[in-house]
């Protein structure tokens, strides 16, 4: 009890202070907002966003994919039997409805991946419907073997990766300076890497479900 | 040169995870790669002084920069150094299975490392902070057990803790001067409640993270039941990790506004973690949390001269950085002679160790001269940072500090004799042993000895760390 | 007085909240709850706090950090989860309690 009143009290002063600095920043506080308009022309796509997280920022990015890649991984390190995945529910509507939905979420993502260059979308919002998709399939009692012992799901879930390190290596060629995408191609290297991320994010994601979904519910 | 060493890691671990056939041999030739890297990085290093690499082309505000000088070279030295090492003993250490999935984390860990101590931006470090903490808690897991994964899910809890108010520091310093690079941070910081609080909440992150007593709760339980290569680096690298960004932050940022009670707090936090890591170190049963809670008490060590530091003691930072290097190569060390005495065993409870000295010479021999180092005796590593850090001591005439140097010196020959009483007689019942591979008893009598040669190469160490002024109050403008 | 000022005081009000919980609750899932709930909060603050200038064009560097942050939460959110059905699995509780007690 003593434990519960100490820490409410502690909480309640961090509130308190936070709030009073937050209420103490100045109104016009100074963001990049401008620096960044004044170099979009150079950044290769339209949408603002998109030009920090795969071009000005796209180190950053890179390092990303790693920690989800970091996250399989690990939970694949703790998966115990990767064979039999049942699963849950035996609908018929629900088979029915992912036949019809499956189409199209797919179409949506490469909507979402395609629209990202120029309005808010791109590789995140692609890959999360991707990987909801394959969860989706998974649901409706579809047969879909995508365990990791397959090098083809392997190499999927590494593709993001694997286009970072590749369109790492040009630049550098190019360059000597990591992730510098000459203006007139950067369009074309961001909708690479995109296209790369959707790909793994949605596969990483199903994954992670699945392996966390599927692990036995009692030690065997 | 320098990107590669965060590329390369990266490279090798999808090669380890997408070929899991020859994992080893290209973990092993990966991370020998990467020590070839430094030792090239070092040589542009001396040859040019310290220098930047701006990410993207664009430079900082708009991009990232990464930034070498002489305290991030020997920091990435030391992690290619010890990931090597600890490398080849894991080698030997794993099963098939384990082995599978920890070649990928291990390479994605070093090059998250890597890309911490290059960096130069506040929210790259919390990117490379996750990165790093992730993979240094799903290694923890592997071992499979019910400690390994109580261990891994309170530290994984503790450093996400840690990493999300340290981001709620960077959004207000993003806010708040309009930046996340540091030098430019380092010329708008002002002290206003902004500043403040940003240096609360990343402190208190960092702090935790870093295990500073009290928040050193999680330690214990999460380095003892890691599998022994995975304990070395979390001790040796991961701590000090969040350490080397404490010390970034506080130079440039927050050192303008820094007032004498701060130099109060760590150095009152820092005596109590020496005492308190070692007593507790000294009545541990068991081989590896005595080691854990020797570690809690050279963090302690590792603040006092951070304190010192703060207060304008200039050797301090020597002392912090050579208790920094020895104290990793030493730990490492003697969590690889824990992980050996295990395997032998089965058990590592100390009173049942059964004539090791006879058995396990070489293994011995590592544990006694990494003791030597974490004891603090003469001609090791462990002797010059305690020496520099005895001498700040006295110079800011605090004498309190001096005694808690000399007591947790006592304290810590104290439990690392016992452990070598106890290697020379017999146990009380018989037991089975396994028999140990060569290469793992090699390994850490390297580390060992490289811990101890570290005492004989002081000055041109401190000429190499001191490289591009990295303790000077602002860096070089790009 | 911007009423823009609400959400980062929201953001700080779920961080602290997150917080309390984190620290009370022994069930390791309200655990994890919690730790999300102030990850939230953290990214509340995150882009809110740049909003609160009402003329200019939106920054858009905290809404890709922002991105940047929902992956790492997703990912450690997932590890977590492992290592918590595997705890209970061993356990036959998903709780955090001292060694000594078992």
């Known amino acids: 009890m003593i434990i519960r009143i100490f820490t409410f009290i502690l909480t309640l002063l961090l509130f308190a202070g936070l709030t009073y600095t937050v209420l103490s920043l100045p109104k016009q506080t100074k963001g990049l907002g401008e620096t960044v308009s004044l170099q979009m022309h150079n950044s290769g796509v339209s949408n603002p966003v998109t030009a920090v997280l795969m071009n000005f920022r796209a180190y950053d990015t890179l390092l990303e994919m790693g920690v989800l890649f970091i996250a399989l991984l690990g939970v694949y390190s703790l998966s115990t039997s990767q064979k039999e995945k049942k699963p849950l529910l035996q609908s018929s509507v629900l088979k029915r409805l992912g036949g019809i939905l499956v189409p199209l979420l797919l179409l949506l993502s490469a909507y979402l991946l395609w629209i990202g260059a120029h309005a808010p979308g791109g590789a995140f919002q692609a890959g999360s419907i991707v990987s909801a998709t394959g969860i989706l399939i998974f649901l409706s009692g579809w047969k879909l073997d995508l365990s990791a012992r397959h090098f083809f799901v392997r190499l999927l879930i590494g593709t993001s990766l694997l286009v970072f390190l590749l369109i790492s290596a040009v630049t550098l060629f190019l360059s000597h300076t990591l992730l510098e995408f000459p203006p007139s191609y950067a369009s074309a290297f961001i909708f690479l890497l995109e296209a790369a991320a959707t790909v793994s994010i949605g596969v990483t994601l199903f994954h992670l479900f699945l392996s966390i979904f599927s692990q036995p519910k009692e030690e065997h | 040169m320098e990107v590669f060493l965060i590329l390369l890691p990266i490279f090798g671990g999808l090669l380890t995870f997408l070929i899991p056939k020859f994992n080893k041999s290209i973990g092993i030739i990966t991370l020998i790669l990467t020590l070839s890297l430094v030792i090239s990085v070092a040589s542009q290093l001396l040859a040019g002084g310290s220098y930047y690499h701006l990410l993207g082309g664009w430079g900082a505000p708009l991009g990232i920069n990464l930034y070498v000088d002489g305290l991030s070279l020997v920091m990435l030295g030391l992690t290619a150094l010890i990931a090597t090492g600890a490398g080849i003993y894991a080698g030997k250490y794993f099963t098939h299975k384990q082995s599978l999935w920890f070649w990928p984390l291990w390479l994605f860990l070093i090059a998250g490392l890597n890309a911490l101590f290059l960096s130069q931006d506040i929210f790259n470090f919390y990117v490379t902070l996750e990165l790093i903490g992730l993979a240094s808690a799903a290694l923890t897991a592997l071992s499979d057990t019910k400690e390994a994964l109580r261990g891994a899910m309170r530290y994984l809890l503790v450093t996400l803790l840690g990493s999300l108010a340290y981001l709620l520091g960077v959004a207000l310093l993003y806010h708040g001067f309009g930046s996340v690079d540091i030098v430019i941070l380092s010329k708008r910081i002002e002290s206003v409640p902004v500043a403040w609080a940003a240096m609360g909440l990343m402190s208190a992150g960092l702090l935790l993270k870093s295990a500073l007593f009290p928040l050193h709760f999680w330690l214990p339980p999460a380095h003892a039941s890691a599998p022994a290569p995975v304990s070395a680096i979390l001790s040796a690298l991961i701590i000090k990790a969040s350490i080397y960004i404490q010390l970034r932050l506080w130079i440039s940022l927050f050192l303008p506004l820094e007032s004498f009670y701060f130099e109060i707090f760590f150095a009152l936090l820092g005596s109590f973690a020496v005492v308190w890591g070692s007593v507790l170190a000294l009545v541990q049963t068991r081989l590896k949390l005595l080691i854990a809670y020797s570690t809690v008490a050279q963090v302690g060590y590792l603040f006092i001269a951070f304190s010192l530091a703060l207060g304008g003691i200039s050797v301090a930072w020597s002392a912090l950085v050579y208790l920094m290097l020895s104290h990793a190569l030493a730990k490492s060390a003697l969590f690889l002679v824990a992980g050996n005495l295990l395997h032998f065993h089965g058990h590592d409870r100390i009173v049942d160790l059964d004539r090791i000295a006879q058995r396990l010479p070489l293994s011995t021999t590592a544990f006694a001269l990494a003791g030597v180092s974490i004891i603090g005796l003469p001609l090791s590593g462990g002797f010059i940072g305690k020496w520099f850090l005895l001498e700040a001591s006295l110079k800011n005439n605090s004498w309190g500090i001096t005694l808690v140097i000399l007591l947790g010196g006592l304290l810590a020959a104290g439990y690392i004799f016992k452990v070598l009483g106890f290697t020379f007689t017999k146990a009380a019942v018989a037991q089975e042993t396994k028999q140990i591979p060569l290469s793992m008893e090699l390994v850490p009598l390297f580390f060992a000895i490289m811990a101890i040669l570290l005492g004989f190469f002081a000055t041109p160490m401190l000429a190499l760390i001191h490289t591009g002024n990295p303790f000077g109050i602002i860096g070089a403008t790009p | ?102």
């Open chain 3, 1 to 102: 007085m911007n009423t823009l000022i609400v959400y980062p005081l929201v953001g700080i009000g779920l961080f602290c909240i997150g917080l309390y919980a984190l620290i009370m609750q022994p069930h390791l899932l309200r655990k994890l709850l919690a730790v999300n709930i102030m990850g939230s909060g953290v990214f509340l603050v995150l882009v809110s706090l740049g909003m609160s200038n009402t003329n200019a064009q939106q920054d858009p560097v905290p809404h890709a950090m922002i991105i940047t942050g929902i992956v790492v939460a997703i990912s450690a959110t997932a590890l977590a989860l492992v290592f918590m059905i595997k705890i209970a699995l061993k356990t036959g509780k998903a709780e955090l309690s001292n060694p000594e007690e078992k």
